[in-house]
């Protein structure tokens, strides 16, 4: 086993251990809804693609999405705008490789590595909240908000992110359902 699989391995964010599955289903969503970054992913992923400048890994290879919609315990309803990987011309993740791989996988984003297509709602719900709920706090932290200010600034540029509902549909429609 290389070191780098070792890390891959081991990681954990918040308590929850990652996934390493890599069967057809859990690679589905990588083809169109590449999962979203918590703040601690964007240095861990531009050092290990060797950037020395965050700014400059996320112009190239970030997007501002629309981000989650989310229901509080009052019942309203609102919107966590977040980072995700940018996409190939046939909407796929930028990181998918040609043997259908990650080939990040042992810094991939907190809404990629800490899910797969076999766990169950329930546990789904409770990882996808709280990397959530890691990501409104840097909106509630404003201008000081690392996170915040890429988003902003990957939207003015132009490097904007489908909402997950449009992917979800195409991806539904490539399966025929
Ligand atoms: S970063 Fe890796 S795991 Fe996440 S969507 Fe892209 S290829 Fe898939």
């Known amino acids: 086993m290389s070191s780098k699989h070792s890390e891959a391995e081991t990681r954990a964010e918040f308590g929850f251990e990652r996934s390493v599955c890599a069967c057809h289903e859990c690679t589905a969503n990588c083809k169109f809804i590449p999962g979203y970054l918590v703040p601690a992913d964007i240095e861990r992923i531009s050092r290990a693609l060797g950037y020395t400048n965050v700014v400059t890994f996320a112009l190239e290879n970030l997007a501002a999405s ?7 315990a009052e019942g309203r309803v609102f919107q966590i705008p977040t980072l ?3 996409r190939k011309a046939n909407g796929s ?14 810094v991939s984003p907190f809404g990629c590595a800490f899910f797969d297509a076999h766990q169950s709602t329930d546990e789904a719900n ?52």
């Not at 629309?66 to 509080?72: L, R, S």
């Not at 993740?93 to 042992?106: D, M, V």
């Not at 600034?153 to 549909?169: D, E, N, T």
């Open 66 to 72: 629309p981000g989650a919609t989310v229901m509080n």
């Open 126 to 177: 409770r990882k996808s909240s709280r990397g959530l709920q890691e990501i409104a706090g840097q909106w509630i932290a404003g201008r000081s908000s690392l996170y915040a200010m890429i988003w902003r600034l990957l939207f003015s540029a132009g490097h904007r992110a489908i909402p997950p509902q449009v992917a979800r549909r195409r991806m539904e429609e490539a399966a025929g359902k």
């Open 84 to 86: 995700v990987p940018q």
């Open 93 to 106: 993740c930028k990181f998918l490789n040609a043997q259908n791989r990650c080939s990040i996988h042992a």
